[in-house]
């Protein structure tokens, strides 16, 4: 949905959305509903509300396919792409929810997509307790229990305990 930034009336415009999205990390098209109230201030657009979608992740520790409700709230401002200088320069707290638009139009599946993917979770998990899967047997340790040699020492470490048995000798 596209919205061009002069027809935004003074009193500011509320919008319910229902939209098909694709967060673009190959979790799929996500059905996104979202209530939100757009002002216009001189050349900002101030977008605040909500968006509500189910999101289909994969557990980063057992590999299982799940689904998490997300309830996001949302206070972005957007100003001219012009406004933004050609120099460089380091992004204060306060430009932290700031975005740019292009020319009259606002793409709001555009902020959709972009209000999701910043509320994602790095690496999202299915429970807080997952235990994941046996690096050396691949069972998936939530559900079952391997027999595997438990070996607390880092092999990256390995030379150091070689050094301390020789010095022990």
């Known amino acids: 949905m596209k919205i061009t930034i002069p027809d935004i009336p003074d009193e500011g415009l509320s ?6 999205i694709s967060p673009g990390d190959g979790s799929g098209v996500a059905p996104v509903s979202a209530h939100l109230e757009l002002q216009k201030t001189v050349q900002e657009i101030i977008i605040s509300g909500r ?5 289909k992740f994969e557990c980063s520790r057992c590999l299982k396919e799940f689904d998490r409700d997300m309830d996001i709230p949302v206070s972005v401002v957007y100003h001219p792409i012009e406004d933004m200088r050609a120099e460089r320069h380091e992004l204060k707290d306060d430009e932290m929810d700031m975005g740019f638009y292009k020319g009259d139009v606002l793409d709001l599946q555009d902020v959709l997509k972009e209000q999701v993917l910043l509320s994602m979770q790095m690496k999202p998990l299915c429970d807080e307790n997952c235990r994941g899967i046996c690096p050396k047997c691949g069972k998936d340790l939530n559900v079952d229990v391997c027999n595997c040699e438990r070996k607390e020492t880092d092999s990256r470490l390995e030379v150091l ?3 301390l048995e020789k010095r022990k000798e």
């Open 15 to 20: 919008l319910d959305i229902d939209e098909k």
């Open 51 to 55: 968006i509500k979608t189910r999101i």
């Open 161 to 163: 305990k070689n050094l």
